[in-house]
Antibody, heavy 119, light 107 residues
Framework: EVHLVESGGDLVHPGGSRRLSCAAS????????MNWIRQAPGQGLEWLAN????????SYADSVKGRFTISRDNGKNSVFLQMNSLRAEDTAIYYC????????????WGQGTVVTVSS | DIQLTQSPSTLSASVGDRVTITCRAS??????LAWYQQKPGRAPKLLIY???NLESGVPSTFSGSGFGTEFTLTVSSLQPDDFASYYC?????????FGQGTKVEIK
């Protein structure tokens, strides 16, 4: 069974940094692209970042480009999101999700980790 | 960016009803559309991919259709477990985007 577990969420001051992790199990991690998606309180879903199978290609939403960095470690079955220059509007639940077997949809999701940016 | 507009934003229905949610794209996305269900406090769950393909394990009461710019998610007979929010998502072109969501409430 596919299992994704995010960690690293916390209360962060504006301008601060945080690194989120997502540990994967139950599937061949190195076969799947990975993504980070967030959901602000009471709001909809926002895709943030994607990383290729090898980790050599990344893509970002404009809202986080230049501030957030996605990376992966296939040896440790993990994907990461380094978040810098955090703002109040980055407050959200952050989900990691696999790419799909047949396209760039989000097939499997973790339970999410909460990041709150506040002074 | 490709904008996805869902309608309605809220839908009130009863158990056993047939319900349809529409997702309109601001440009042609061919069949690169997925649908998700999200319950309060839970992560989204994939229902449909490539506009009309049912994800494994999803009840056959769910179906998707459409191509190009107009898509629909239909629940043929609403069950108590189906009261939730639903989102469409396009993956034809970066940045991948979601619709604003449709909340299906109990009438």
């Amino acid at each position: 069974e596919v299992h994704l577990v995010e960690s690293g969420g916390d209360l962060v001051h504006p301008g601060g940094s945080r690194r989120l992790s997502c540990a994967a199990s139950g599937f061949t991690f190195s076969f799947y692209e990975m993504n980070w998606i967030r959901q602000a309180p009471g709001q909809g879903l926002e895709w943030l970042a994607n990383i290729s199978i090898s980790g050599s290609v990344t893509s970002y939403a404009d809202s986080v480009k230049g501030r957030f960095t996605i990376s992966r470690d296939n040896g440790k079955n993990s994907v990461f999101l380094q978040m810098n220059s955090l703002r109040a509007e980055d407050t959200a639940i952050y989900y990691c999700a696999t790419g799909g077997d047949n396209g760039a949809y989000f097939q499997h999701w973790g339970q999410g980790t909460v990041v709150t940016v506040s002074s | 960016d490709i904008q996805l507009t869902q309608s309605p934003s809220t839908l009130s229905a009863s158990v056993g009803d047939r319900v349809t949610i529409t997702c309109r794209a601001s440009q042609n996305i061919y069949s690169s559309l997925a649908w998700y269900q999200q319950k309060p406090g839970r992560a989204p769950k994939l229902l449909i991919y490539k506009a009309s393909n049912l994800e494994s394990g999803v009840p056959s009461t769910f179906s998707g259709s459409g191509f190009g710019t107009e898509f629909t998610l239909t629940v043929s007979s609403l069950q108590p477990d189906d009261f939730a929010s639903y989102y469409c998502q396009q993956y034809n072109r970066y940045p991948w985007t979601f619709g604003q969501g449709t909340k299906v409430e109990i009438k």
